[in-house]
């Protein structure tokens, strides 16, 4: 009895019915994937997953071989013949538009898919990048680099020689007599075996001309000694750098020429010089060499005390009992001679208050200069 | 030294304002560091050069601003109206140190009221810093600042015997000085003594008991020319540095002496009444000769390249008291003046000149280039190590040279025992008054401060010379060093986080690439007993089988010394063997054209068999198409028997003419793997 029933339900429910209540179904259990067509869908990218997983089941459901449309589509066949065209039109248009809207799902779905899987890889580019953190040169480095480069691009050559000097290539040859202040062991440091810590590099000047005779031009920039008590402005150690040009002809205008162009390359080309009298036992005449500063010019400031003038070192004619000592003829030949301290140098250009700082190599101060 | 506006007008008549006058005086080389306006005069503060005593007073500066000016100094008259015995009646002059003393000059004055100085020489001191005292002591030290000679006033009642005896004290003489102080004499200082013993230490400071006071009624006054270096000696003992020390020590006039006095004497008896002795007792046995200093005037072009008339050249230097002697077709011969004991050669009358023309009319030029500039021949590869060093995260420091004992620090090998320490005799900051041996020690020191200051990441690099003595007498070795240290954890820039700690391979590594940027061939790492280093974390370094260094874990014993309670990694190496060490030539190897293939073996190997073994035992196989082993890594622990670790090598095959089959490599491997297998007693894991 049972099964004369469901004939006759089938029976009383005409094809196009059929079909009716299967797009109705679907209609109702699409409603809730519509929205991911339209624009500004909010959807997690979880729930999209999900969401996708649930529309490939709608698909299956409502397209698959037991799905509504697919018996409805064996019974095309089986109506009356002058219906067929038409009930196999509205099965196809049905089941066409069925797909498309899943389709148009589907694809709405994936890009918000997507979208949401490169929003969830977005990285941070503000993240400072990946390296080992450098280290750095010492200041005092840096600055004799710097000099070392200019002056070998005039044309001088780099020389250095002992740190612990004979009295003759410390004052003898220096024009520094006996009993001259400088050789006080109060200022100079005296081995047990009573040879000299150089307090000056001038002590190379004779080194270099013994070595090659002259014409010559050299710098020599490297450590000297002087017994000073340390203090914000001294060391008992510090960095000096000599230049000496000895040649046929030379004068003080070579001299005045070539500072004004080392301190144009150090400082700027709007630098200018100013050469004082002075003494020096080494030099005769003797001048002591200031530039214009840096920072203010010239109207004075912190950094020039004021004075709108920054002292660069010593300088002069070289001594002709110097030029003797090296066995450089003094009737031939003439030279200057010039001496900056490169810690000072340091000390004025990155505004030190402290030159202690220099050999007490704290990690945080060190890590400034490059 | 202060030198007063009002006073130079009185000796020149000067048009000039302060302002021009502090310019003009800077540019002859008597830098004024400053101009003080006060209430009716200008003070500068005149720095005057070692060598030039002669302007270490008003007259001395005058002199200078005259030859500026074109004008003439005016010396103050010294009249005595009121006179009346000789000296040397009254008192006795002897000097027993002729050397020390060329020349001393005593006169007396009787009858002095000791009182107040009048206004005008209280004011006149005070403007430039000098402290009133009385008329007597007041009119000494104006005339010192009006001449540069130093004057001593001695009370002649307290002179035993009225004797003035110069001469070198005596073994455990002593002297209270005017400040107030015993002073311990010593025999190579010179005194000024009566008939018993010193009254005043020569040049330097007058003794305490024959000081003018208000009771005096004679005083004797002392000008004298004492030997600058003897001055500065004695001075720099008893740790005195007075107006006379500082114008005695630069060489005061001994022509002078007589002029000074009779100005001092004559404004006693002015201020102080009295009644002078007609002369002065002048103790002048050698006169001093006067030098003689001939100038060719085209020298002065030749050296300055000032053009300068040769009439402007006869002014500049007549107006300094340069008396021309004699004029020849080539050279000018000029008479020194006394006060000048700077000058003795033609360069030096070359300075007066240019100074006084202006050194800011020399022009400026280069000298005609015709040398070719050279670095350091060590510069080029130095730079290289020091960017390899900072861009490994090292730091460059720089200690200073001297250190304390480094006893428990084994030197490179250039520094070996049998070289002693080189001492100071005279250090500056106590107890470091040996040259440094070794770079560590104030490396270690840096680490110590920057823990200190709660810096825990530290890893620095220095490169700077050590010292030995190896033969007495001769001048001590010196090396340069490269030491490095490294503690800490590993640091990322900008990142507050260490990636993680410091250990053995970075700081080899760092070496390496300091190595490798200097182009020079690998070094040697070996296993070592080394003094300051913990046992199984130290190494030997060599390069081309020589010594050059070690490095490792600082041992436990110093680490404790120094207080450090993290792991420190130090190493230093002979850099002066390693920059003479050739260069590696750098020559372009053909790529392969066909792939290599690589096999990976873990070896089970003793712990004693080191990665280098290995590797060697590798590389000493050479069948045709094996291109060697390269280390992967090690692996201890779980699995592993506790006196074994795994060792894993990739080894390499290729051949030049086709990609390698896998049977054809299997057939070449495993010979090689059997090798190393039998040589070590080693397992394949
Ligand atoms: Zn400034």
């Known amino acids: 009895m049972g099964s004369s029933k469901e004939e006759i339900t089938v029976a009383e429910r005409n094809p196009n019915q059929e079909v009716e209540a299967a797009r109705e179904a679907f209609e109702r259990e699409f409603e809730r994937f519509a929205r991911f067509t339209g624009s500004g869908v909010d959807i997690s990218l979880n729930d999209a997953n999900t969401e996708q997983r649930a529309l490939a089941e709608l698909r299956t459901k409502h397209l698959g071989k037991k799905s509504a449309i697919a018996g409805a589509k064996k019974l095309i066949g089986k109506v009356a013949p002058e219906e067929r065209a038409s009930f196999g039109q509205l099965v196809q248009q049905t089941e066409g538009s069925i797909a498309q809207r899943i389709d148009e799902a589907e694809q709405s779905l994936k890009s918000l898919i997507e979208a949401a899987r490169i929003e969830r890889e977005r990285i941070d580019v503000t993240i400072p990048g990946r390296r080992p953190r450098p280290g750095h040169l010492h200041p005092i480095t840096l600055m004799r680099q710097r000099i070392e480069d200019i002056f070998v691009s005039l044309g001088y050559a780099v020389e250095d020689d002992r740190e612990i000097e004979t009295d003759f290539y410390n004052f003898d040859a220096l024009n520094i007599p006996e009993g001259h202040p400088a050789r006080d062991p109060q200022d100079t440091f005296y081995t047990t075996e009573g040879f000299a810590l150089r307090s000056q590099t001038s002590t190379v000047q004779i080194h270099a001309m013994q070595r090659r005779g002259a014409p010559v031009r050299m710098i020599a920039p490297g450590r000297v000694f002087r017994r000073d008590t340390p203090d914000p402005t001294h060391n008992p150690m510090f960095f000096q750098v000599e230049g000496l040009c000895v040649d046929r002809g030379i004068t003080m205008a070579h001299l005045k020429g070539t500072l004004a162009e080392f301190v144009h390359r150090l400082f700027g080309p709007d630098t200018k010089t100013r050469f004082r009298p002075s003494y020096f036992p080494f030099t005769e005449p003797s001048a002591e060499v200031d530039y214009s500063c840096f920072n203010c010019g010239g109207p004075g400031c912190r950094i020039c005390k004021w004075s709108g003038w920054i002292e660069l070192g010593g300088s002069g004619m070289v001594h002709p009992n110097v030029l003797r000592a090296a066995n450089v003829d003094p009737g031939e030949f003439t030279g200057f001679a010039f001496g900056l301290g490169i810690d000072r140098t340091c000390a004025r250009i990155y505004q030190l208050d402290d030159i202690r700082l220099l050999f007490e190599n704290d990690v945080r101060f060190l890590e400034q200069f490059r | 030294m202060f030198i007063s506006y009002n006073w130079l007008r009185e000796l020149t008549g000067t048009k000039l304002s302060p302002e021009e006058i502090r310019d003009r005086l800077t540019n002859v080389g008597l830098a004024v560091d400053a101009v003080a306006d006060r209430s009716d005069d200008f003070i500068f503060d005149v720095e005057v050069p070692s060598n030039r005593g002669d302007c270490l007073s008003h007259i001395g500066v005058a002199r200078e601003l005259a030859v500026i000016e074109r004008s003439q100094v005016s010396i103050p008259k010294s009249e005595v109206s009121n006179v009346s015995g000789k000296t040397s009646e009254s008192a006795s002059v002897e000097i027993r140190d002729v050397d020390l003393c060329p020349r001393y000059a005593a006169r007396i004055v009787r009858n002095v009221k000791i009182g107040l100085s009048p206004d005008w020489l209280v004011k006149k001191l005070e403007a430039i810093g000098q402290r009133p005292i009385n008329n007597v002591a007041d009119i000494t030290n104006y005339v010192l600042h009006e001449?540069?000679?130093?004057?001593?006033?001695?009370?002649?009642?307290?002179?035993?015997?009225?004797?003035?005896?110069?001469?070198?004290?005596?073994?455990?003489?002593?002297?209270?000085?005017?400040?107030?102080?015993?002073?311990?004499?010593e025999e190579q200082m010179l005194v000024i003594a009566d008939a018993k013993a010193p009254v005043a230490v020569a040049g330097v400071m007058g003794g305490e008991f024959s000081e003018i006071s208000n009771l005096t009624t004679d005083v004797l006054i002392e000008s004298a020319y004492f030997n600058p270096s003897s001055v500065r000696r004695t001075a720099k003992l008893l740790g005195l540095h007075t107006e006379a020390s500082h114008r005695f020590e630069r060489g005061t006039d001994p022509e002078g002496v007589i002029a000074a006095q009779s100005r001092c004497v004559a404004l006693i008896c002015e201020l102080a009444g009295g009644?002078?002795?007609?002369?002065?007792?002048?103790?002048?046995?050698?006169?001093?000769?006067?030098?003689?200093v001939a100038l060719r005037p085209a020298r002065v072009e030749a050296i300055t390249s000032l053009q300068v008339e040769v009439d402007e050249m006869r002014r500049i230097l007549s107006a300094l008291g340069f008396g021309l002697r004699a004029e020849e077709s080539r050279a000018l011969s000029f008479d020194v003046p006394s006060w000048r004991h700077d000058v003795s050669i033609e360069e030096d009358l070359v300075e007066e000149v240019a100074r006084h023309t202006g050194y800011d009319k020399i022009e400026t030029s280069l000298p005609p280039a015709h040398h070719a500039g050279e670095y350091h021949e060590s510069e080029e590869r130095k730079r290289a190590l020091r960017r390899a060093l900072s861009a490994h995260g090292f730091g460059e420091a720089i200690n200073l040279s001297f250190i304390e004992l480094a006893n428990d620090f084994e030197l490179i090998s250039a520094f070996n025992?049998?070289?002693?320490?080189?001492?100071?005799?005279?250090?500056?900051?106590?107890?470091?008054?040996?040259?440094?041996?070794?770079?560590?020690?104030?490396?270690?020191?840096?680490?110590?401060h920057n823990l200190n200051h709660g810096i825990r990441e530290v890893s620095v690099f220095e490169m700077g010379r050590i010292f030995g003595s190896n033969e007495k007498g001769s001048l001590p070795l010196e090396r340069e060093s490269l030491a490095l240290v490294a503690t800490g954890g590993i640091q990322e820039a900008d990142r507050a986080q260490p990636a993680r700690e410091v250990d053995f391979?970075?700081?080899?590594?760092?070496?390496?690439?300091?190595?490798?940027?200097?182009?020079?061939?690998?070094?040697?790492?070996?296993?070592?007993?080394?003094?300051?280093?913990?046992?199984?974390?130290?190494?030997?370094?060599?390069?081309?089988?020589?010594?050059?260094?070690?490095?490792?874990?600082?041992?436990?014993?110093?680490?404790?010394?120094?207080?450090f309670r993290q792991p420190v990694f130090v190493a230093e190496l002979d850099?002066?063997?390693?920059?003479?060490?050739?260069?590696?030539?750098?020559?372009?190897?053909?790529?392969?054209?066909?792939?290599?293939?690589?096999?990976?073996?873990?070896?089970?190997?003793?712990?004693?068999?080191?990665?280098?073994?290995?590797?060697?035992?590798?590389?000493?196989?050479?069948?045709?198409?094996?291109?060697?082993?390269?280390?992967?890594?090690?692996?201890?622990?779980?699995?592993?028997?506790?006196?074994?670790?795994?060792?894993?090598?990739?080894?390499?095959?290729?051949?030049?003419?086709?990609?390698?089959r896998d049977d054809e490599v299997d057939a070449i491997h495993w010979p090689v793997v059997e090798a190393l297998k039998k040589q070590f007693n080693a397992e394949v894991r």
């Open chain 2, 575 to 660: 850099l002066t063997t390693l920059l003479e060490m050739s260069p590696q030539p750098v020559l372009y190897a053909p790529l392969p054209r066909f792939p290599s293939i690589v096999r990976d073996v873990s070896l089970l190997v003793n712990r004693a068999v080191t990665v280098a073994e290995l590797a060697k035992a590798a590389a000493d196989q050479t069948p045709a198409h094996f291109m060697g082993a390269t280390f992967v890594g090690t692996y201890e622990g779980e699995g592993i028997p506790d006196n074994k670790r795994s060792v894993t090598l990739r080894f390499e095959y290729r051949a030049d003419d086709r990609t390698m």
């Open chain 2, 275 to 292: 009644t002078a002795t007609e002369d002065a007792l002048d103790v002048y046995p050698k006169p001093m000769q006067t030098m003689s």
């Open chain 2, 147 to 185: 001449f540069g000679q130093p004057l001593h006033a001695f009370d002649l009642a307290k002179l035993t015997d009225r004797k003035i005896i110069v001469r070198r004290a005596a073994k455990g003489e002593s002297i209270k000085t005017l400040d107030g102080v015993e002073r311990k004499l």
């Open chain 2, 505 to 563: 391979y970075d700081l080899k590594g760092a070496i390496e690439a300091a190595i490798e940027a200097m182009n020079l061939p690998p070094l040697t790492f070996e296993p070592a007993t080394v003094r300051h280093l913990r046992p199984g974390q130290s190494a030997e370094i060599s390069a081309n089988g020589a010594r050059v260094g070690t490095m490792g874990r600082l041992a436990d014993l110093i680490a404790v010394e120094y207080k």
């Open chain 2, 417 to 448: 025992a049998a070289t002693s320490v080189v001492t100071l005799t005279n250090p500056i900051i106590e107890e470091s008054s040996r040259m440094r041996q070794t770079l560590l020690l104030g490396l270690l020191n840096s680490v110590r």
